[in-house]
C-alpha cells in the first residue's frame, strides 16, 4: 500500500471516530431512555406558564439568554401554602387518603391510599357527627393523630377533601395537608396508583378538639367575626345571618384547582385580615372549600352550619328571645369579587 493511500485510510478512520458520538447522542433522544415523571409535576410556574424543558441549570437560577423563570412549587406562593402538598413530595412515611364519595376508589387510587369517604363523617340529618364518632372513624381506619395525612377527593373542586382537611383539624390532627393536584394529574404524571383495597391496623384515635375550626351558635352570634354565607345567592336573599357577606364557591377555584394566590388576593380584597372568619353553608364541602382557599391566603377561617343556626333561633324565639337581628344593612348584599 502506498503512503498517498495510508493517509487517506488515516483521515476516514479519524473523521468516523469524530462523528460517533454525535450519532449515539442523537440515538438516544429517540429510544432506550427513561421518562423522568417530575418534570411533569414541575410544569407549572408562579405565572401558571408551562415550564420549559431540557434546562440542566440548577432550579434557583435564570437562563442567562432568556427571560424564562424556573419552576417553582405552587405551595411556595400562598401565604401559607404549607397546608399544601406538592406531588412530588408525597412519600411512603405519608398516610394517604382518598376521601372521595363516588365509586373512583375502587376503580383506581393512589398506591397505599386508604379509604374513609367525607360522607361518613355526617350523621343521618346531615350534621357533623361527635368528636367522639369522628375519632373512632379514623382510628378504625389505622389514622393515628401523630400521623402526616395527605388528603384527596374525586374532583379537587368538590370540596370533599376540603371538608375531610376541617374534620382533621378539628380533631387536633396537626399533620395533615391537601394533594395538589388530582388523582388524574397523579396517573399521568406516572406515578403509582393501584385498584386494590387498603387495610391499616386499627389504633386507639384520641382527639383534642379545636374550637377555632368548626364554629358554634354562641361564637357566631357574638359578632367576633366576619361572617361569609357560600349558600347559592338566592338562599341568601331569603334568609342568612346578620351580617353576612356572599360568596359563590365556585370563585376560589380555577377548573380543578384553587385558584392562584393573585386571584384569590382579588377576590378577598373587602376582608379584614386582622379579624377572624366564620364561612358557613348547608353543605359542609362548600364552607370548607371556601374557608381552605382562606386559611391559603393566611384568614384565621372556621366553618359553621347554617342548620345549626336556624335550629338555635328557633329554639330561643321559643324561649321568648328576639331573634338576632341583622342590624348592619348595607352589607347584607355585599358580594365578594371573582376573576
Same mark, same amino acid.
Request: proline residues 4%.
Given at each position: 500500500?502506498?503512503?498517498?493511500?495510508?493517509?487517506?485510510?488515516?483521515?476516514?478512520?479519524?473523521?468516523?471516530?469524530?462523528?460517533?458520538?454525535?450519532?449515539?447522542?442523537?440515538?438516544?433522544?429517540?429510544?432506550?431512555?427513561?421518562?423522568?415523571?417530575?418534570?411533569?409535576?414541575?410544569?407549572?410556574?408562579?405565572?401558571?406558564?408551562?415550564?420549559?424543558?431540557?434546562?440542566?441549570?440548577?432550579?434557583?437560577?435564570?437562563?442567562?439568554?432568556?427571560?424564562?423563570?424556573?419552576?417553582?412549587?405552587?405551595?411556595?406562593?400562598?401565604?401559607?401554602?404549607?397546608?399544601? $402538598?406538592?406531588?412530588?413530595?408525597?412519600?411512603?412515611?405519608?398516610?394517604?387518603?382518598?376521601?372521595?364519595?363516588?365509586?373512583?376508589?375502587?376503580?383506581? @387510587?393512589?398506591?397505599?391510599?386508604? @379509604?374513609?369517604?367525607?360522607?361518613?363523617?355526617?350523621?343521618?340529618?346531615?350534621?357533623?357527627?361527635?368528636?367522639?364518632?369522628?375519632?373512632?372513624?379514623?382510628?378504625?381506619?389505622?389514622?393515628?393523630?401523630?400521623?402526616?395525612?395527605?388528603?384527596?377527593?374525586?374532583?379537587?373542586?368538590?370540596?370533599?377533601?376540603?371538608?375531610?382537611?376541617?374534620?382533621?383539624?378539628?380533631?387536633?390532627?396537626?399533620?395533615?395537608?391537601?394533594?395538589?393536584?388530582?388523582?388524574?394529574?397523579? $396517573?399521568?404524571?406516572?406515578?403509582?396508583?393501584?385498584?386494590?383495597?387498603?387495610?391499616?391496623?386499627?389504633?386507639?384515635?384520641?382527639?383534642?378538639?379545636?374550637?377555632?375550626?368548626?364554629?358554634?351558635?354562641?361564637?357566631?352570634?357574638?359578632?367576633?367575626?366576619?361572617?361569609?354565607?357560600?349558600?347559592?345567592?338566592?338562599?341568601?336573599?331569603?334568609?342568612?345571618?346578620?351580617?353576612?357577606?356572599?360568596?359563590?364557591?365556585?370563585?376560589?377555584? $380555577?377548573?380543578?384547582?384553587?385558584?392562584?394566590?393573585?386571584?384569590?388576593?382579588?377576590?378577598?380584597?373587602?376582608?379584614?385580615?386582622?379579624?377572624?372568619?366564620?364561612?358557613?353553608?348547608?353543605?359542609?364541602?362548600?364552607?370548607?372549600?371556601?374557608?381552605?382557599?382562606?386559611?391559603?391566603?393566611?384568614?384565621?377561617?372556621?366553618?359553621?352550619?347554617?342548620?345549626?343556626?336556624?335550629? @338555635?333561633?328557633?329554639?330561643?324565639?321559643?324561649?321568648?328571645?328576639?331573634?338576632?337581628?341583622?342590624?348592619?344593612?348595607?352589607?347584607?348584599?355585599?358580594?365578594?369579587?371573582?376573576?
Amino acid at each position: 500500500m502506498t503512503k498517498f493511500n495510508i493517509n487517506i485510510l488515516g483521515i476516514l478512520m479519524l473523521s468516523v471516530i469524530a462523528l460517533a458520538p454525535a450519532v449515539y447522542a442523537g440515538a438516544s433522544c429517540c429510544g432506550g431512555g427513561t421518562w423522568d415523571p417530575s418534570a411533569f409535576l414541575n410544569s407549572e410556574t408562579e405565572t401558571g406558564q408551562p415550564a420549559t424543558s431540557g434546562s440542566t441549570q440548577d432550579t434557583n437560577s435564570v437562563d442567562s439568554g432568556s427571560n424564562t423563570k424556573e419552576p417553582i412549587e405552587r405551595a411556595s406562593t400562598y401565604p401559607n401554602g404549607v397546608i399544601l $402538598k406538592p406531588m412530588k413530595s408525597v412519600s411512603s412515611s405519608d398516610v394517604v387518603i382518598d376521601v372521595s364519595n363516588g365509586a373512583s376508589y375502587a376503580a383506581s @387510587h393512589i398506591k397505599d391510599a386508604i @379509604h374513609i369517604p367525607s360522607q361518613s363523617f355526617l350523621n343521618g340529618e346531615g350534621g357533623l357527627k361527635t368528636a367522639e364518632e369522628l375519632a373512632k372513624i379514623l382510628g378504625d381506619s389505622g389514622v393515628s393523630k401523630t400521623d402526616s395525612v395527605v388528603l384527596y377527593g374525586g374532583q379537587e373542586s368538590s370540596g370533599e377533601a376540603e371538608f375531610a382537611y376541617f374534620v382533621l383539624r378539628y380533631l387536633g390532627q396537626n399533620e395533615v395537608k391537601l394533594l395538589d393536584g388530582s388523582l388524574a394529574e397523579w $396517573k399521568a404524571a406516572g406515578l403509582p396508583e393501584e385498584v386494590a383495597e387498603n387495610n391499616r391496623t386499627a389504633v386507639e384515635y384520641k382527639p383534642q378538639v379545636r374550637s377555632d375550626v368548626i364554629a358554634d351558635y354562641e361564637y357566631v352570634k357574638s359578632g367576633q367575626a366576619q361572617i361569609i354565607d357560600v349558600r347559592p345567592f338566592v338562599e341568601f336573599g331569603k334568609g342568612r345571618i346578620p351580617g353576612s357577606i356572599a360568596l359563590d364557591p365556585t370563585n376560589v377555584i $380555577k377548573g380543578d384547582k384553587i385558584k392562584n394566590a393573585n386571584d384569590l388576593t382579588n377576590i378577598f380584597s373587602r376582608l379584614d385580615k386582622e379579624k377572624p372568619i366564620v364561612v358557613y353553608s348547608d353543605d359542609y364541602s362548600r364552607s370548607a372549600l371556601a374557608a381552605y382557599a382562606l386559611q391559603l391566603m393566611g384568614f384565621q377561617a372556621s366553618i359553621y352550619s347554617w342548620e345549626d343556626w336556624k335550629a @338555635h333561633e328557633a329554639t330561643e324565639v321559643q324561649a321568648g328571645a328576639a331573634p338576632a337581628k341583622d342590624d348592619a344593612v348595607g352589607s347584607n348584599y355585599v358580594k365578594l369579587g371573582s376573576t
